[in-house]
């Protein structure tokens, strides 16, 4: 059974710092693994997928990474400022093709 | 941008009552699921549905629940007797592809049993 684990649960961070959010899991066979943002009392966005085949993937601020092998993932955010303060959760498909898990998330906040 | 839709954003319904909650997925999606977040917990898996079947289920998902895509458009969740441990966000999510591909999600329904 896949289990997904975020540390840290919680960071407040001042504006401008670089920081990164880690995800670990259990089950190293995935083939992509997927990163999101949940503002509170909201939905979830879709922030990154990194596929297996890859080490990193790449949008604005964020860069995710991935290590198959040793089960684990990072999210960096560069620059953060107080609008990214959410949570952030990752996720990885678990078992067959179809089931996600998801991880307990990290709550972010980014003060001014 | 295409996007996935659930209505309504909130519902409110007495315990034992049935609720329906929708969804419409982006269109040339094949793959559709329901997750639900209960307060404070982890987003869990319910159910995936493709070509017009069920395709894997979580232990959550017992025979109070139900799901179908009635019109070609909408995806939806039924929950035939509420109880007020079903209270929680539910989020619909569809991906085009089964592997390799990226799920989007709903911004989510909040289903409130009282």
């Known amino acids: 059974k896949q289990e997904v684990t975020q540390i840290p649960a919680a960071l407040s961070v001042p504006e401008g710092e670089n920081l990164v959010l880690n995800c670990s899991f259990t089950d190293s066979a995935i083939y992509n693994l997927q990163w999101f943002r949940q503002d509170p009392g909201k939905g979830l966005t879709s922030l990154l997928l990194?596929?297996?085949?890859?080490r990193e993937q790449t949008s604005g601020r964020l860069n995710a990474s991935l290590d198959k092998s040793s089960g684990r993932s990072t999210l960096y955010i560069a620059a953060s400022q107080p609008g990214d303060s959410a949570t952030y959760l990752c996720a990885v498909p678990s078992g067959g093709y179809q089931k996600v898990t998801f991880g307990t998330g990290t709550k972010l906040q980014v003060i001014p | 941008e295409p996007e996935v839709t659930q209505t309504p954003s909130h519902q409110v319904t007495q315990m034992g009552q049935e609720v329906i909650l929708r969804c419409v997925p982006i269109?040339?999606?094949?793959?559709f699921y329901w997750y639900r977040q209960i307060l404070g917990q982890k987003v869990e898996f319910l159910v995936s549905f493709y070509n017009n079947e069920i395709s894997e289920k979580s232990e959550i998902f017992d025979d109070q629940f139900s799901v179908e895509r009635p019109d070609g458009s909408n995806f939806t969740l039924k929950i035939r007797s509420t109880k007020l441990e079903d209270s929680a966000m539910y989020f619909c999510?569809?991906?085009?592809?089964?592997?390799?591909?990226?799920?989007?999600f709903g911004q989510g329904t909040r289903l409130t049993v009282v």
């Open positions: 999510a569809s991906s085009v592809r089964l592997t390799n591909t990226e799920a989007f």
């Open positions: 269109s040339n999606h094949l793959y």
């Open positions: 990194i596929q297996s085949s890859q």
